[in-house]
């Protein structure tokens, strides 16, 4: 993105009703960078199974997570090339709707199984799952406030996603590798590193049983 690759021009027409005068008519060109939604599409999924392993949620919400996260992203992308008002913000609706899934999982499911864990586990947990959550929800913002409503300047946009993007991949991953590298006690293991031996074995006993 910063060589200008991965971007291209959207043509939106604008329409402001008068009521003395003719319609006027605006044709707008704004940049949209779609390498951003590529980068996305890759790197969110695994800053989730970063969080989801941690708390040591199950294979299904794991699965359910990754799945939202991605239609997120996509619904996220049609929006910013919609050409119309309702095509914009009904992607962006149904990419809130995703994220609000992905939110709910790991809020709600994600403490429940991290509270099996220990204190320090938990406490970790909370925050840096608070941190992503604040920075993940500035996204939405961001882009309601530039590809939606081009309240923003394309370059403010920009430097906006740049900073957050900043804060939500290496300042997070390494905060996650040196609390683990430095704390014995945080766990990451669960349904990751036992879940499948351990339904195996239990299959493995009931036929056995029978």
Partial sequence: MASGDGNVYTHI?????NKHTPDVYEDVFRQIFWARYVDWSVTTPLLLLDLAFLAGLNGADIIVAIVADVIMILTGLFAAFGSTKTQK????AMGCVAYIIVVWILAVGGRKTVAAKNAKTAKFFAAIGGFTFILWTLYPVVWALGDG?????????ILAYAVLDVLAKPVFGFWLLITYVRSDSISIGGWWSHGLASEGALRLDDDEGA
């Fill in 89 to 92: 913000w009904g992607y962006y």
């Fill in 13 to 17: 027409v604008v329409r402001t009703v």
């Fill in 149 to 157: 409503s081009r309240m923003l300047s394309v370059d403010s946009e």
